[in-house]
């Protein structure tokens, strides 16, 4: 927009989503994002939504005209029914998606932008910018799907506390999963995730060594593909050493959100 937004100094999480008017008159496919976080001190991430209907469209400029400032506030997602179709998080440069592969938006409707700041070491002005590519057909249209632990509450000062988190599939037709963006928190060491498919047990990811500031969406070399009956397994390990109390160690969604982004052929 044209308007920069400040967060508030408290708390120290502020969630905020802007409206975006619409890239396109006609209905196209994302293939390409660069996010410019203006402000790199308070923005923690950022996600863009394609509201899913025209209603929920209108439904987030009312949101927006009822709340004093630039944007609105929008813990945890849109505040409306919308798809994500682009992430970005600390560490991620451009991103090009895989060759013949799109996100689809809708021709003539605004989009949401949400911004999550951490003011911890202060505040200040943002105004954060998306540019996106657009095409007008892929060969293989996709879609942003996320699979979360989303609560989880850890016993302080442990140096190594695994979790595993399974989730069962039934993917009556195939599925071409073309890359993974796990995601944790600074009290994270460590994440993977397989997935049993077809009688094949397949290595996801496997980030060893978690560095919160160095993170984003890997895309693999060639598509995995997951059918029938399957069970995808997270494995995280977390270092609590720094907390002392059951309290600052129970994380919900809003300070922990595990996740992979699958592309699913239609």
């Not at 090009?96 to 999550?116: A, F, S």
């Not at 073309?178 to 009290?187: F, N, Q, R």
């Not at 397949?202 to 500031?213: E, K, L, R, S, Y």
Request: charged share 20%; net charge negative.
């Amino acid at each position: 927009g044209d308007e920069a937004y400040t967060p508030p100094a408290s708390p120290d999480d502020n969630y905020r989503c802007f409206l975006v008017d619409a890239p396109s008159d006609t209905d196209t496919y994302v293939t390409g994002i660069e996010v410019d976080p203006d402000n790199d001190q308070v923005v923690h991430h950022v996600i863009l939504y394609n509201p899913d209907t025209d209603a929920d469209a209108l439904a987030a400029e009312a949101l927006d005209d009822a709340d004093d400032g630039v944007g609105y506030t929008c813990f945890g997602g849109a505040e409306v029914n919308a798809s994500p179709i682009a992430l970005w998080a600390p560490g991620q440069g451009a991103m090009d998606l895989p060759e013949g592969t799109g996100l689809p938006i809708t021709g003539g409707r605004k989009l949401v932008l949400q911004v999550h700041y951490n003011v911890a070491n202060g505040t200040g002005p943002d105004q954060t910018s998306i540019k996106l590519r657009l095409e007008d057909t892929v060969d293989y249209p996709a879609s942003f799907n996320k699979i979360a632990n989303n609560d989880i509450e850890l016993p302080p000062g442990e140096s190594a506390i695994e979790l595993d988190h399974d989730v069962s599939l039934d993917l009556a037709n195939p599925v071409r999963v073309w890359g993974i963006a796990p995601h944790m928190h600074e009290l994270g060491q460590s994440i993977s995730v397989r997935a049993e498919s077809g009688g094949d047990d397949i290595c996801m990811v496997d980030v060893p060594d978690w560095d919160f500031h160095w993170q984003g969406m890997f895309f693999y070399e060639e598509p995995v593909t997951l059918s029938g009956d399957t069970t995808v397994t997270l494995t995280c390990v977390y270092d609590s050493t720094s907390r002392t109390d059951r309290k600052s160690t129970r994380l919900n969604s809003s300070h922990l959100v595990i996740s992979y982004a699958v592309f699913c052929l239609k």
